[in-house]
């Protein structure tokens, strides 16, 4: 698996549904590559930066949210590279 094919099954990996050779073959690549490591964190930051924000249906979305989802998604890709 190189480090484009992993970004594409990301999403599918952290909802668990990918196969479990897909499964195995994500792991072992991010056992030998520290940046997509680096990128999945970025990755589950985001995704818990966005559940938090929407937590409370109520509560006002803060204006610097969606800008700090941007730069979380845009420093997981640039360090990915
Ligand atoms: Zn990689």
Known sequence: MTCRELTTFIADYLSGDVPPDTRREFERHLEVC???VTYLRGYEDTIKLGRRAFAEDDAPVP????EALVEAVLNARARSH
Do not use: E, L
């Open 63 to 66: 204006d610097t949210v969606p």
């Open 34 to 36: 520290p940046t997509c």
